[in-house]
C-alpha cells in the first residue's frame, strides 16, 4: 500500500502518513530493544530472567498518545515498552538489564523492576 493510498483513508484513521510512519518507528524501536534483549539473554549478558513485550507494543503507544505529558504512567509486568515510550533512554534500560551502574535503579532491579 502507498502512503497516497493510506492518506486518502479518512474513514480509516484519523492520522495522516507521516503520523502513521512515527507511531510505526515508535512501535519499532520498543520491538528491535525487545529482540536485542532476548538476544543478550540468550548469548547470558543479561543474567536472571526477562519479562518481553513483544507482540504488545501498540499498548504503551496508543496509550501514551492519548495522554498529557504530565500524566502519570506506572507500568507493571512487561513494563519495557513502557518505559521506553515514556522516554527513559535505552541505554538506561541496557544498563539495568546488565545489572550496571547506569541503569535505571543502578542495576540492582532487572527487568522486572524498571
Same mark, same amino acid.
Given at each position: 500500500?502507498?502512503?497516497?493510498?493510506?492518506?486518502?483513508? /479518512?474513514? =480509516?484513521?484519523? #492520522? @495522516?502518513?507521516?503520523?502513521?510512519?512515527?507511531?510505526?518507528?515508535?512501535?519499532?524501536?520498543?520491538? +528491535?530493544?525487545?529482540?536485542?534483549?532476548?538476544?543478550?539473554?540468550?548469548? *547470558?549478558?543479561?543474567?536472571?530472567?526477562?519479562? %518481553?513485550?513483544?507482540? +504488545?507494543?501498540? =499498548?504503551?503507544? *496508543? @496509550?501514551?498518545?492519548?495522554? /498529557?505529558?504530565? /500524566?502519570?504512567?506506572?507500568?507493571? !509486568?512487561?513494563? #519495557?515498552?513502557?518505559?521506553? $515510550?515514556?522516554?527513559? %533512554?535505552?541505554? =538506561?534500560?541496557?544498563? $539495568?538489564?546488565?545489572?550496571?551502574?547506569?541503569? @535505571?535503579?543502578?542495576?540492582?532491579?532487572?527487568?522486572? !523492576?524498571?
Amino acid at each position: 500500500m502507498s502512503l497516497s493510498n493510506i492518506e486518502s483513508r /479518512d474513514a =480509516a484513521s484519523s #492520522h @495522516t502518513a507521516s503520523e502513521l510512519l512515527l507511531i510505526h518507528g515508535r512501535l519499532s524501536i520498543i520491538r +528491535q530493544f525487545e529482540t536485542k534483549m532476548l538476544e543478550m539473554r540468550a548469548s *547470558g549478558l543479561i543474567a536472571g530472567s526477562v519479562h %518481553p513485550c513483544s507482540g +504488545q507494543e501498540a =499498548a504503551p503507544v *496508543g @496509550t501514551l498518545m492519548a495522554l /498529557d505529558p504530565a /500524566d502519570p504512567v506506572l507500568a507493571t !509486568y512487561r513494563g #519495557h515498552g513502557w518505559a521506553i $515510550e515514556s522516554g527513559v %533512554p535505552l541505554a =538506561a534500560l541496557f544498563g $539495568e538489564l546488565l545489572g550496571r551502574r547506569g541503569g @535505571t535503579n543502578n542495576g540492582r532491579g532487572g527487568s522486572a !523492576y524498571l
